[in-house]
């Protein structure tokens, strides 16, 4: 099956810092990758939609200036958490659809867990 | 926008079968997922049901009806590692993923 990378898959950063987290598609071309945040104990909310070469569609409530994504190629796309704070310590998860094939199935990677202290 | 609901909860001992049910209403519909998510992991695939009708899968099956907007997974011959929380998802017709809360499932000896 697809497999889909991501790294890190843990990091702790001081407040104020920025981090990026990286999503790569290992073995297939995604056309689209979305991003997810989980907080604990809840479900996955959708933040952002990201389309090679284009720019990002941020869902309501997301702020874009804050959430950096970049679709740089058809195998990696990064989300940088810039000036993180301690409420943006989540799992942040990211998927990814191809190009041929998998009908609508979204592979995902095994999630990256961010601690801002 | 999307409403997925689906229990919070639910326990059964090991060899039982347990169904959970899942309503959505959506403004688009392109497919109904159901994924598992161990704690501190990220959703692994389980089914995907775009026409009614029950599709079967070894000890897992999901049925998915249009019409009521209703989908249910089963599991059946419930082993201890089937402890964790199921996910009801629809995808819309951009690929967009709705998740519903999940249903923490507790598979007792």
């Known amino acids: 099956g697809a497999v889909v990378s991501q790294h890190p898959s843990r990091v702790i950063c001081k407040s104020g810092t920025s981090v990026k987290i990286e999503c790569r598609s290992l073995d297939f071309q995604a056309t689209t990758m979305f991003w997810y945040r989980q907080f604990p104990k809840q479900s996955l909310m959708l933040m952002a939609t990201s389309n090679e070469g284009s720019k990002a569609t941020y869902e309501q409530g997301v702020e874009k200036d804050k959430f950096l994504i970049n679709h740089a190629s058809l195998t990696l796309s990064t989300l940088t958490v810039t000036s993180a704070h301690p409420e943006d310590s989540s799992f942040y998860i990211c998927?990814?659809?191809?190009?041929?094939?998998?009908?609508?199935?979204?592979?995902f990677g095994p999630g990256t867990r961010l601690t801002v202290l | 926008g999307q409403n997925i609901d689906q229990p919070t909860e639910m326990t059964a001992t090991e060899g039982a079968i347990v169904q959970i049910n899942c309503t959505y209403q959506?403004?688009?519909?392109?497919?109904l997922f159901w994924y598992q998510q161990h704690a501190g992991e990220a959703p692994t695939f389980l089914s995907y049901n775009v026409l009614d009708g029950l599709e079967e899968k070894g000890r897992f099956s999901s049925f998915l009806s249009r019409s009521k907007g209703y989908s249910y997974l089963l599991l059946k011959e419930l082993q201890m590692k089937d402890s964790a929380s199921y996910l009801c998802a629809v995808i819309d017709p951009d690929y967009k993923l709705s998740f519903g809360a999940g249903t923490t499932v507790t598979v007792r000896a």
């Open positions: 998927s990814a659809r191809g190009t041929s094939g998998g009908g609508d199935e979204q592979f």
């Open positions: 959506t403004s688009g519909f392109n497919g």
